[in-house]
């Protein structure tokens, strides 16, 4: 029986992941297949969505063996299924075997290999083995802090990981401490966030200033070079030339704002922020 402090603290760590982060990659095969078995799976038709998960695996194998991180994928695709219809051990063989092959790939601190020692923490606490699990998300952590930096959101589908595996080992103290260090996560996204929206905005208003000096310089350059023709041969001509040299200092000046105001680069914001983990990290390749 879980403690209530533990029910108050994981019912917050569902609310705050709710709007988690993701790795996004280019749309290929695989986004295809999995939005085909992520359909039959909706719809209730886990055997079909099985089936489909299975012969995906069949076709990736054909195509690139046993051996390829493409393969890995295959399997997680379907390990994800049997973790959700209680084939719990299926789940943990097909997964274990996907992180060899990513481990091999990639090396030991690659990003997705990080993402595979999470996923497999998460069958073995549904086994409930939560030692294992702990250590297998401590890992995970150590490569996303190397990789990313501590304070990166995408440390925030581990950390909530780990904060819930501490807190069914009934190690509050441990799991409130992962669960601050996700608020603090969150809040310096925030701030980066309001950061970048405030940047923006200034700039577009410098963007619209100058681009309006600009187009009244040029305007009235125009119109100066229209009086100039007319009055050639009249005693301003001198008058009138010196006028529009003038007006052209004015509008390459009003050229030059709006050239730096179009090239001023507010800070990103990680595109991580607001996206779900819940796909591979293929971008990170």
């Known amino acids: 029986m879980i ?23 280019e749309v290929d095969e695989h986004e295809e297949w999995s939005r085909r078995i992520g359909e039959l799976r909706k719809a209730g038709k886990e055997a079909d969505a099985i089936a489909l998960a299975e012969e995906y695996r069949e076709k ?22 049997f973790q959700n219809i209680d084939r719990i051990e299926e789940a943990e063989s097909l997964m274990r075997r996907a992180l060899e092959i990513d481990e091999r790939s990639f090396g030991p601190e ?24 702990e250590a297998l998300l401590n890992r995970s952590l150590a490569i996303e ?8 959101p995408m440390l925030i589908p581990t950390l909530t990981e780990l904060a819930l595996s501490l807190s069914i080992n009934e190690q509050i103290a441990e799991a409130r401490q992962v669960f601050f260090r996700i608020l603090s996560i ?19 208003q410098k963007i619209d200033s100058s681009l309006k000096q600009k187009i009244e310089s040029h305007r009235k350059l125009e119109n100066c070079r229209k009086d100039y023709e007319k009055t050639k041969t009249f005693f301003t001509l001198e008058t009138m030339d010196e006028r529009c040299k003038q007006q052209k200092t004015f509008a390459d000046r009003a050229d030059g704002k709006y050239r730096a105001a179009s090239a001023t680069v507010c800070p990103r914001v990680p595109e991580a922020v607001g996206k779900g983990l819940t796909g591979s990290r293929s971008q990170y390749r």
């Open 110 to 133: 690659h990003p997705d290999v990080a993402e595979d020692l999470r996923d497999l923490s998460v069958i073995l606490r549904n086994l409930n083995r939560v030692g294992e699990t």
């Open 3 to 25: 403690a209530p402090v533990v029910r108050v603290l994981f019912l917050a760590l569902v609310l705050l992941t709710s709007v988690g982060t993701t790795a996004s990659g």
């Open 145 to 152: 802090e190397k990789y990313f930096g501590p304070q990166h």
């Open 60 to 81: 990736v194998r054909e195509k690139y063996g046993t051996e390829h991180p493409r393969y890995a994928i295959a399997l997680k695709a379907l390990a994800n299924i």
């Open 186 to 204: 969150r809040k310096s996204v925030e701030v980066a966030a309001a950061a970048e929206d405030h940047c923006n905005s200034e700039r577009q």
